[in-house]
């Protein structure tokens, strides 16, 4: 436990050789529609979750099952030829956390996979995009802990971010993956809405099902069904309104 966040596992799983992938929400929610999507793909199962008295106080209900805001799903799944890796791990929320708890959430994170002999973190982010007109502007950008995943993003032809920021739980990953010399690769997807942007996390899944030729991630359904999935998103986060704490979890964090 550190400052207050603990891991709790329902079940012990090995993740040797496993790619771990963080994904907190943040421009267009385009990490957690992502997230959601490999989640239901690949099946993965709910293993575990992180809790602490400082995330939101909710609840998520899924298939009929309550489950707390942060959890751990994960799968055995070959995700790629002989040097690629064994497991699928996921860690999922639909909120962000409190920013003064990050830093220690992040340690709480790379101490769990650490501990788990992860092999690679990866994350999902969404860029604001400068024009939706301009078809030169890469739709899929990569930034890379260390020179080994700067091969990784080098070998699959994604462009990688030269100049620029990116803040919250991947920020903090990044720097600390990038002082312990961890390997971690951030997909950063152009978002052109303000709202939860599908075909963003479409052309992120679309990446990934290249980079992972073990396993079949299909972005089509997210493409086709993008309007709703919106719609969805936008309903639930306007009925969330008037009990979410505005003080301290502002909805705007989400725009």
């Given at each position: 436990?550190?400052?207050?966040?603990?891991?709790?596992?329902?079940?012990?799983?090995?993740l040797?050789?496993?790619?771990?992938?963080?994904?907190?929400?943040?421009?267009?929610?385009v990490?957690?529609?992502?997230?959601?999507?490999?989640?239901?793909?690949?099946?993965?199962?709910?293993?575990?979750?992180?809790?602490?008295?400082?995330?939101m106080?909710?609840?998520?209900?899924?298939?009929?099952?309550?489950?707390?805001?942060?959890?751990?799903?994960?799968?055995?799944?070959?995700?790629?030829?002989?040097?690629?890796?064994?497991?699928?791990?996921?860690?999922?929320?639909e909120?962000?956390?409190?920013?003064?708890?990050?830093?220690?959430?992040?340690?709480?994170?790379?101490e769990?996979?650490?501990?788990?002999n992860?092999?690679v973190?990866?994350s999902?982010?969404?860029?604001?995009?400068k024009?939706?007109?301009?078809?030169?502007e890469?739709?899929?950008?990569?930034?890379?802990?260390?020179?080994y995943?700067q091969s990784?993003?080098?070998?699959?032809?994604i462009?990688?971010?030269?100049?620029?920021?990116?803040?919250?739980?991947?920020?903090?990953?990044l720097?600390?993956?990038?002082?312990?010399?961890?390997?971690?690769?951030?997909?950063?997807?152009?978002?052109?809405?303000?709202?939860?942007?599908?075909r963003a996390?479409a052309?992120?899944?679309q990446?990934l099902?290249?980079?992972?030729?073990?396993?079949?991630?299909?972005?089509k359904?997210l493409?086709?069904?993008?309007?709703?999935?919106?719609?969805?998103?936008?309903?639930?986060?306007?009925e969330?309104?008037?009990?979410?704490?505005q003080?301290?979890?502002?909805?705007?964090?989400?725009?």
């Amino acid at each position: 436990m550190t400052n207050d966040i603990q891991i709790i596992e329902h079940e012990e799983m090995d993740l040797s050789n496993c790619m771990l992938a963080v994904s907190f929400p943040t421009v267009g929610l385009v990490s957690t529609i992502a997230a959601h999507h490999i989640v239901d793909s690949l099946k993965l199962k709910e293993i575990g979750a992180i809790v602490s008295n400082k995330f939101m106080p909710t609840t998520i209900i899924h298939n009929k099952y309550p489950s707390p805001p942060v959890r751990i799903y994960a799968g055995k799944k070959k995700c790629g030829p002989k040097d690629g890796c064994d497991q699928i791990a996921v860690i999922m929320s639909e909120f962000m956390p409190p920013y003064e708890i990050i830093d220690s959430l992040v340690d709480t994170i790379l101490e769990w996979a650490e501990r788990k002999n992860c092999r690679v973190i990866t994350s999902f982010e969404g860029s604001h995009a400068k024009n939706k007109t301009d078809e030169k502007e890469k739709k899929v950008l990569g930034v890379a802990s260390n020179k080994y995943m700067q091969s990784i993003l080098e070998k699959f032809n994604i462009s990688q971010m030269g100049e620029g920021m990116i803040t919250g739980v991947t920020g903090v990953l990044l720097y600390k993956t990038a002082l312990q010399n961890l390997n971690m690769m951030c997909l950063l997807s152009r978002v052109y809405s303000k709202f939860p942007d599908s075909r963003a996390a479409a052309e992120l899944i679309q990446v990934l099902d290249v980079m992972l030729p073990g396993i079949k991630l299909d972005p089509k359904p997210l493409y086709d069904e993008a309007g709703r999935i919106e719609e969805k998103i936008k309903s639930y986060m306007e009925e969330s309104k008037p009990t979410a704490p505005q003080s301290r979890f502002s909805m705007d964090m989400y725009r």
